[in-house]
């Protein structure tokens, strides 16, 4: 699991709050610790959110659990449970697979039902299954497969969507639409057949009379321009509309996991969750990529990538974070100490400190209550360790930053909590290693380098 230290004994001090949604970067919990819920869906359960997610570890993509957290403001997590463990045996056991747990409650039974997708490791048994419980955050009891006409679902990603009637439906790969039995707990109907192939990650959401059906391409890991299409019914006819964020962005470096409308007493926020994907460091390097959607009609769009972004909950307005901070550029080297093969290069957009040396770093002595790194990803980009110290030499944060992506991407790579205004010391260190790996088609993708860059730093005083 990601190494996520803070000893509140010798800070003598909780984390302070977040204010804002971040993308792209590690979030941590009430516990201090990283946030692991990943093929995400949120559903609001008496005025909280609760967040259902991926455990992973660094190993294996072997189902490692799905944990719970919940918000009162989709800012600030605490850890409420691994909803649903590791099986002792079966289907759910050790060396299977367990991705994309989606939760709804059943308006028939006040029943909560977990679905997620069940497989083997190397993804030939696949089925939809679902688990059950009488409390929003578990403990959840795997059921086995959901049934249709009493065969299994023999399809692997899949998502959910509850209808402004209350009524349940279960998506997968392709566009397929089946509607849910009262109880949540069988199949009544196809409601839609396939539209798209290679179209999977499928998420569905609905302004007033028009639903919108968003999906990714078959890249495995790799991120890429997902998809959307419009009908004015489940039924169809589905039409294909394109990308919703820029072309060649991949989707903001991100693929697709559910979308949460937050409705409030101006307009209704619909809030895209989105994975940014880090194979093989899942549990270390994994982040989220939230962002507000634009939707006019039939047009949907995430045109502007926001870093941080606030909602007000009561009127359910989006909004960019504005903060005041402190920056020190990576030129600066009166307050940043290179170790190791640096280099400088100065392009359109920025100017960089870069190494792909192993163990080369950079080391900031700062004051204040939270610190930012700013670098650029880029195809040849590896992984960084973070260490954050206090003024006693104690680690009180340590992470891991992934610098990958499939082309250059300057931009936020990592932020601390709030902390204790203190000083402290941030260090961060090439890992000489990367993501990089194979499909079962024996497609390669991934990291071709093990370079870490640094654009600025930016600190909260």
Avoid at 325 to 335: A, F, G, L, P
Avoid at 389 to 396: A, M, Y
């Amino acid at each position: 699991m990601l190494l996520v230290i803070f000893q509140r004994a010798a800070m003598g001090q909780k984390l302070g709050t977040y204010s804002a949604v971040y993308s792209g970067v590690p979030w941590f919990d009430d516990r201090g610790k990283v946030v692991s819920a990943h093929g995400a869906n949120i559903i609001k359960d008496k005025g909280r959110f609760y967040l259902f997610g991926e455990a992973h570890t660094d190993t294996s993509n072997a189902f490692a659990g799905f944990n719970c957290y919940s918000s009162a403001d989709l800012y600030n997590w605490k850890f409420e449970s691994v909803a649903l463990p590791v099986q002792k045996s079966g289907k759910l056991g050790p060396n299977r697979v367990g991705e994309r747990p989606k939760v709804m409650k059943s308006p028939k039974t006040g029943e909560y039902v977990m679905f997620m997708h069940v497989d083997t490791l190397g993804y030939k048994d696949q089925f939809i299954g679902y688990a059950t419980a009488k409390t929003v955050a578990g403990p959840y009891t795997f059921k086995g497969p959901l049934l249709f006409n009493g065969k299994p679902i023999k399809r692997w990603d899949m998502g959910t969507f509850q209808d402004q009637d209350g009524s349940g439906y279960v998506l997968s790969h392709g566009g397929f639409i089946y509607k849910l039995s009262d109880d949540f707990k069988s199949i009544s109907e196809l409601v839609n057949n396939a539209f798209g192939s290679g179209f999977e990650s499928p998420a569905l959401f609905r302004k007033d009379s028009i639903y919108y059906f968003l999906g990714s391409h078959l890249t495995s890991w790799e991120r890429n321009d997902n998809d959307y299409y419009t009908s004015t019914s489940l039924k169809g006819p589905w039409t294909k509309r394109g990308l919703f964020a820029p072309e060649g962005t991949l989707t903001w470096n991100s693929q697709t996991s559910f979308v949460l409308p937050t409705t409030g007493s101006k307009e209704t926020t619909f809030l895209f969750m989105g994975d940014r994907w880090s194979f093989p460091k899942q549990a270390s390097a994994a982040t989220y990529v939230w962002q507000p959607f634009t939707v006019s009609g039939f047009s949907l769009s995430i045109p502007k990538y926001q870093e941080a972004w606030q909602i007000n909950l009561s009127t359910g307005v989006a909004s960019p974070l504005v903060n005041k901070v402190k920056t020190i550029e990576n030129t600066d080297e009166q307050r940043i100490t290179y170790t190791g093969k640096w280099q400088q290069s100065t392009s359109e957009t920025l100017t960089e400190s870069s190494s792909d040396v192993k163990d080369a770093s950079f080391t900031a002595t700062f004051k204040g209550s939270q610190i930012s790194f700013y670098g650029l990803s880029r195809p040849d980009g590896g992984y960084a360790r973070v260490m954050v110290r206090d003024r006693k030499g104690k680690t009180i944060l340590a992470s891991i930053v992934d610098m990958y992506s499939k082309y250059p991407s300057p931009g936020l790579r990592f932020q601390s909590p709030v902390l204790p205004k203190e000083t402290y010391t941030l260090t961060v260190t090439v890992m000489g290693e990367r993501g990089n790996w194979s499909d079962k088609r024996k497609s390669n993708y991934g990291s071709t380098g093990y370079f870490v860059s640094l654009d600025k730093l930016v600190i909260k005083e």
